[in-house]
T-cell receptor
Framework: NAGVMQNPRHLVRRRGQEARLRCSPMKGHSHVYWYRQLPEEGLKFMVYLQKENIIDESGMPKERFSAEFPKEGPSILRIQQVVRGDSAAYFC????????????FGSGTRLTVV | DQQVKQNSPSLSVQEGRISILNCDYTNSMFDYFLWYKKYPAEGPTFLISISSIKDKNEDGRFTVFLNKSAKHLSLHIVPSQPGDSAVYFCAASDSQGAQKLVFGQGTRLTINP
């Protein structure tokens, strides 16, 4: 029973390029959450999705960021026209039900913008 | 606005002694609290949680204490072991936004042999 799989583990993008981060939840989990960790800070909530639906995107920056969780395939966090301030570790978590933080986290994608 | 604060960036403890990690929160709507442990290059792993209807929860070497009036919680690890060396995050949730967690900045715990 594989855990939450995130890829790539490391991603380097030049300013202005697009970054696509993928998250495959644990088997049987239909709830996906994305968090971002800036250097020397805690994790900050970005978005909560169920299959084909965005439930809560209150933590997503208004521009350049989008997320999806299609019926088939992994959840994707997309960052368009990346800037240096987007450099961070992005963690995905999944759970079999919503609520009470019963999450399992993936190992994260470390995005570096040069 | 930092709603969950861990004021000690780092803590060093002798092996076998007690480690006490502290966490303060400001949002009185929080009613569920969790501790996560994180090793470098890995995701956080769940350690222990507590609901606001309790003031203590124990799981093996780990005990979490909650003081609602002070809006303070702590994690006790007894006895501390070298494998406990990691960054520990406190997190909180409320019934309304139950799907998301608010994390503290983390405390790096080092257990010395």
């Amino acid at each position: 029973n594989a855990g939450v799989m995130q890829n790539p583990r490391h991603l380097v993008r030049r300013r202005g390029q697009e970054a696509r981060l993928r998250c495959s939840p644990m088997k049987g989990h239909s709830h996906v959450y994305w968090y971002r960790q800036l250097p020397e800070e805690g994790l900050k909530f970005m978005v909560y999705l169920q299959k084909e639906n965005i439930i809560d995107e209150s933590g997503m920056p208004k521009e350049r960021f989008s997320a999806e969780f299609p019926k088939e395939g992994p959840s994707i966090l997309r960052i368009q026209q990346v800037v240096r301030g987007d450099s961070a570790a992005y963690f995905c978590a999944s759970s079999p039900f919503g609520g009470w933080g019963g999450y399992t986290f993936g190992s994260g994608t470390r995005l570096t913008v040069v | 606005d930092q709603q969950v604060k861990q004021n000690s960036p780092s803590l060093s403890v002798q092996e076998g002694r007690i480690s006490i990690l502290n966490c303060d929160y400001t949002n009185s709507m929080f009613d569920y609290f969790l501790w996560y442990k994180k090793y470098p290059a890995e995701g956080p792993t769940f350690l222990i949680s507590i609901s606001s209807i309790k003031d203590k929860n124990e799981d093996g070497r780990f005990t979490v204490f909650l003081n609602k009036s002070a809006k303070h919680l702590s994690l006790h690890i007894v006895p501390s072991q070298p494998g406990d060396s990691a960054v520990y995050f406190c997190a909180a949730s409320d019934s309304q936004g139950a799907q998301k967690l608010v994390f503290g900045q983390g405390t790096r715990l080092t257990i010395n042999p």
